[in-house]
């Protein structure tokens, strides 16, 4: 999860995640060269009381700085491009959770079991234990096995909210009266935090999200367990 001292984007839990990362340092690298050269074409020209008479009107110039920004916008958009049909392609998920958003909380059910469905409600602070995190943890975490295709179909039951798991990767509205989709894949045990991201209302900045990705065999224990209650 982030912290206090992260200066780029969460380590990615996913292989979404981990392709995204890739990109935003591939796109980061490529401002980075632009903002230098033009940098220190703008110094040359301020500091220098010569100017080249190609430099301010000639077509070979103005051809080289027409073409070479299209070359950079194809290094961009191919890999971006790529990642958006990967974002939205569901290959055969092996388990389906519904979520819906209310004001202010999160319900969760698993669809391909019986009877599974409950509350995700933030801890309030006087009941905080010393290993939760402040207007992070939930009362009611969804637990989900790693490496295993997740689908998520998220709604809401008032108003627009965001269902957002930044090591993930996944941002998706929850709309009233539509049901949106999405997919993911945890690549590792632990807890992934996250939060609601519209604006929804007076406690908006209090909806948190906490997954609990364990291995598949302890899933099933907890799946039987929660079945029996």
């Known amino acids: 999860m982030a912290t206090w001292k992260t200066l780029l984007i969460q380590d990615g839990s996913s292989p979404l995640m981990e392709q995204l990362a890739f990109f935003h340092d591939h796109a980061l690298l490529v401002l980075t060269i632009i903002t230098i050269l033009v940098g220190q074409l703008m110094i040359s020209l301020f500091f220098n009381k010569y100017i080249h008479r190609y430099l301010l009107e000639g077509q070979l110039i ?30 055969n998920p092996l388990l389906t959770i519904k979520t819906i958003g209310h004001q202010w909380y999160w319900s969760y059910e698993y669809s391909d079991f019986k009877n599974i469905e409950f509350d995700s409600y933030m801890i309030p602070i006087n009941e905080l234990k010393s290993w939760n995190f402040r207007l992070l943890d939930v009362d009611n975490r969804i637990t989900i096995p790693f490496k295993t295709q ?13 269902w957002t798991i930044p090591s993930l990767g996944v941002k998706i509205d929850a709309t009233p009266g539509r049901l949106n989709q999405t997919n993911f894949m945890s690549n590792r045990t632990g807890l992934l935090y996250g939060q609601c991201s519209e604006i929804c209302g007076a406690n908006h900045s209090f909806m948190p999200i906490v997954i609990e990705s364990i291995s598949p065999e302890f899933f099933i224990k907890w799946i039987n367990k929660i079945i029996q209650l």
């Open 62 to 91: 103005e051809i080289i700085w027409t073409v070479l920004p299209a070359i950079t916008l194809i290094f961009i958009a191919l890999p971006s491009l790529r990642l958006i049909y990967i974002l939205d392609e569901t290959n």
């Open 150 to 162: 997740i689908r998520m179909l998220v709604t809401a039951a008032d108003v627009i909210h965001s």
